[in-house]
């Protein structure tokens, strides 16, 4: 019922929006701002589909409610320009599509925060995004090829 | 999701204020993980939440005379990264970055894991093993609770209205103290444990041993002290009869639901078998 308004920077622009106290991070994003890149799967935290980056660090915009955000510093896939991307094309890291914008919304954070991770951390880190077409070894060569060409 | 008033004070005493007004209509949120799937399920209805993201003190992570002060807002991830807690116990650290995947532990807290009272979560197995004992304050005061008071029934927790968790207190643990966290995970590794255990453990220069703790995971409505298992221990050298019969005494000592993740008995029988293996790792 309380209305609130938040000021957040959403791919290095700021933000000013009012939302009521139920509007969740993921439906901000996707109907009142357009950005669609990132989807709605589960709705419960498990899929991976909402990763969005807050202050950095990869959570579930499904899990959020949209004022807390305020204050914060959001990226989704569409403030992506990663060598990640062009990687994912060249190792078949996808294929139906519908889990890459969280795929690669993980992955940068992941690079961002361990440039070197093992293989291992790889696997850990994307353990949260679900595919059900690649089989997951397209997308871990993917991340693995960005991390040895630093 | 249904309506509700959103409320986000700066400072512990203004939070503790608006609880007091109205502690029946007002649910308390930290990191949010579970309370918002509560929400979208229709499974609470809270006129109010009462988010506490503003309230920095309570995200402090430190050492206290040999022991260890974990804030109620500090999350998964920066308790397992901590440098005091690796210092306190490696398996502690171990035990929340074994929690679900990375985005729930940049996002959960450990104040809401142990609100939330989930049988079959990670902390709480091991801060029980750790002696850990919370600290929850309302208007009216301090309270110290120690976890295996906290944990009241399946979702239920001793905080009284009123009542918001600040954190949990370790204290220091005997010297040459080994702990470790063992989950058994046979579906997918984000998956609920189907049982899980803590075990820490110190031995004298004989191999005597001179503290015990066993805690399991899903193996009852509450997170659980194996306490006849740990007295078994008490005073013996850590062989092999000695720590099958603490496996066996904790086992029975478990009530376990019949779930998707195993009816009552194998999660029994399993409780037993990892005890066991945990035991062993660190006799």
Redesign the interface.
């Known amino acids: 019922m309380s209305e609130h308004r938040i000021r957040f920077t959403l791919n290095g622009t700021a933000v000013d929006v009012t939302v009521p106290a139920e509007r969740l991070l993921v439906d901000l994003l996707r109907y009142d701002l357009g950005k669609t890149g990132t989807k709605d799967g589960c709705s419960v935290g498990v899929c991976g589909l909402c990763t969005v980056q807050l202050d950095g660090a990869p959570m579930s915009a499904c899990l959020l409610f949209a004022t807390q955000v305020d204050g914060a510093r959001v990226r989704t896939v569409e403030g992506l320009a990663s060598p990640l991307q062009e990687a994912f094309i060249d190792e078949g890291g996808f294929q139906c599509g519908i889990c890459t914008s969280g795929q690669l919304v993980a992955a940068d954070a992941l690079l961002r925060a361990k440039p070197d991770a093992t293989d291992a951390e790889i696997a850990d880190w994307q353990m949260g995004n679900l595919c059900r077409c690649t089989g997951y070894y397209g997308i871990t060569r993917a991340i693995a090829k960005v991390r040895d060409a630093r | 999701?249904?309506?509700?008033?959103?409320?986000?004070p700066e400072r512990l005493d203004e939070a503790l204020e608006i609880l007091a007004a109205d502690p029946d209509d007002t649910l308390v949120m930290a990191g949010?993980?579970s309370l918002?799937?509560l929400?979208?399920q229709d499974l609470v209805r809270p006129e109010r939440?009462l988010?506490l993201?503003r309230i920095a003190e309570l995200r402090a992570i430190g050492a206290t005379d040999g022991g260890l002060a974990l804030g109620a807002l500090a999350t998964h991830?920066a308790l397992a990264r901590s440098p005091a807690v690796r210092a306190h116990a490696p398996a502690l650290a171990a035990t929340f970055a074994a929690v679900?995947?990375?985005?729930?532990r940049?996002?959960a807290t450990l104040g809401g894991n142990l609100a939330h009272a989930d049988p079959a979560q990670d902390p709480p197995v091991t801060l029980l093993a750790l002696d850990g004992v919370a600290v929850a304050r309302s208007r009216f005061g301090e309270r110290r609770i120690p976890l295996d008071a906290l944990f009241v029934d399946l979702f239920e927790t001793s905080l009284e209205p009123g009542e918001i968790l600040l954190r949990v207190e370790l204290p220091r643990l005997p010297a040459g103290a080994r702990a470790t966290y063992k989950k058994f995970l046979p579906a997918t590794?984000?998956d609920y444990a189907t049982v899980s255990v803590a075990a820490v453990i110190a031995t004298d220069a004989s191999g005597v041993c001179t503290h015990a703790r066993i805690a399991l995971g899903g193996a009852a409505t509450v997170p659980l002290r194996a306490r006849d298992a740990e007295r078994s221990l008490a005073g013996r050298r850590l062989d092999d009869a000695a720590i099958r019969e603490a496996a066996a005494l904790a086992a029975a000592a478990t009530d376990p639901i019949d779930d998707l993740r195993g009816s009552s008995d194998y999660k029994r029988a399993m409780a037993g078998v990892w005890t066991e293996r945990a035991l062993r790792e660190v006799a």
């Open positions: 999701m249904r309506p509700f008033d959103y409320i986000e949010g993980t918002v799937i929400m979208k939440v988010g993201r991830g679900a995947t990375v985005r729930i940049e996002q590794l984000d």
